[in-house]
């Protein structure tokens, strides 16, 4: 039963970090004799033994999870508890995203080789402290009239910072400016190729 691995998987991790969050016991970890049932969709099952609640879970292939220890008696719930995680998970990281900050570095279309290595550089630490970041090639009189040039270099700065971030938002014309979103590659699948198809839309 998943209930079973994901069991062991815990016992293993135990003790590992202090900041662990806090141990949720499930299947024959339960400790209490009997225990208020809930079912997978939320129906009452009532108060019963745990070897019976045990037996429930293991015929329809579910784990049984203690989600309120301090009731009298405790509060079980009949789940697939290694989805359940992966649930949580996801919510935590999509939160996590949402509260990014996007960080904004500014080039001109003929910028030289020393300037270009140093907001690299930049650009990178940002990647690197999980920011998104936002790149504005601005164009000076006529330099509006050759858009490939910021194009050229919003793929070299894409390319440089593969390893780390991939195309959040592509790079667009807003005005007299260039812009594009990196985003930190841990969220993203992005790498040199992402890069490359992204930048020529």
């Known amino acids: ?61 579910v784990d049984i999870v203690e989600v309120a220890p301090s009731a009298n008696p405790p509060v079980c719930r009949l789940m697939d508890y290694g989805k359940y995680k992966y649930e949580l998970k996801k919510q935590a990281a999509a939160k996590k995203q949402k509260s990014q900050v996007v960080k904004e570095i500014k080039f001109r279309p003929n910028i030289g080789d020393h300037d270009l290595d140093v907001k690299i550089n930049r650009i990178r630490e940002f990647l690197e402290e999980d920011n998104k970041t936002k790149i504005r090639i601005f164009f000076r009189g006529r330099e509006i009239v050759h858009p490939e040039l910021g194009r050229a270099l919003a793929t070299k700065i894409l390319e440089r910072v593969a390893d780390l971030g991939g195309v959040d938002i592509p790079p667009k014309m807003e005005g007299k400016n260039l812009t594009m979103v990196i985003l930190p590659k841990k969220n993203t699948q992005g790498g040199k190729h992402n890069a490359e198809d992204q930048s020529k839309n």
Request: hydrophobic share 35%; no cysteine.
């Open 1 to 61: 039963m998943a209930g079973g691995r994901v069991e062991i998987a815990r016992v293993k991790g135990r003790g590992y970090s202090r900041n662990r969050e806090p141990e949720v016991r499930i299947n024959q970890r339960i400790r209490a004799r009997e225990v208020r049932l809930v079912d997978v969709g939320g129906e009452q099952l009532g108060v019963l033994p745990i070897r019976e609640a045990l037996m429930i879970s293991e015929e329809r292939g």
